[in-house]
């Protein structure tokens, strides 16, 4: 049996300790992440806050884990809706070409000339800072990158034999696509999404810290990183701790990114 590569082992750790933390914050943490306590304000780690308060009291550990179920959620939809969407566009661009092609990936390539993250900004100044906003500015912001893989994929599959053979066979255009298309389409999407998710993490976290993420006092990894500024010189925790979760989880999901394209990439088989 052939062992998992180091990056895989790394990696899937580190994403399914993510995991771990962000199902149990979804149901519980050691306190009330919102609860305010003024007496305890911006006190170091010890053996009743593990990681230490913030400036209003509230448990810092508490405000990870329920953070962290915020950040995991908002990827995830994020990356359901991009895939969603690209994966149509790019498969109805690519399979019926013309017209129709030229028209979609001119306005797809416009979108694409603009940085993710500034046409996120752009589309939350109409649909709102909320959680939901975020959904709907990040999903339709990575939409054209999805759709480009996408048709890339279908142009080089439309013209194989299985597809010749389908049309033959009588096969409707939607149910060639949909039985003979969309699987072929699946490996290089999946190893997008796991890029995807980190991207959008990264960029749900740097819109929070910009304060146009899920408004407070909802704890977001990003916005507590924000928060900590002002208290850097006396609380250098609050913002270690929030910085370390960020950066330890868009490694792991590098590190997994890396093995799923080795295993499912028939190029990168055999090479380290």
Known sequence: MKTPAPNALIGGALIGGLAIVAGIGAVWTPFDPLQLSFRAKLAAPSAAHWL????????????????AATSVWISLLTVLLAVTLGTIIGIFSGYVRGWFDRIVMAFNDA????????????LLAVVGANKY????????????SVARIVRGTVLSLREKEFISASRVMGNSEAFTMARHILPNCIAPLTVLATSLFGWVLLAESALSFLGLGVPPPAPTWGNMLAGSRPYIGQAVWLGIFPGLCISLTLLGINLLGDAVRDRLDPRMRGMR
Do not use: H, K, N, Q
Request: charged fraction near 10%; aromatic fraction near 8%; glycine fraction near 18%.
């Open 111 to 122: 979108l694409l000339a603009f940085p993710g993250i500034l046409l996120a900004l752009g």
């Open 52 to 67: 230490g308060t913030d400036e209003f009291g509230r448990d810092v550990l508490s405000r990870l884990m329920a953070g």
């Open 133 to 144: 906003g975020i959904i709907v500015a990040l999903g339709i912001a990575y939409t054209p």
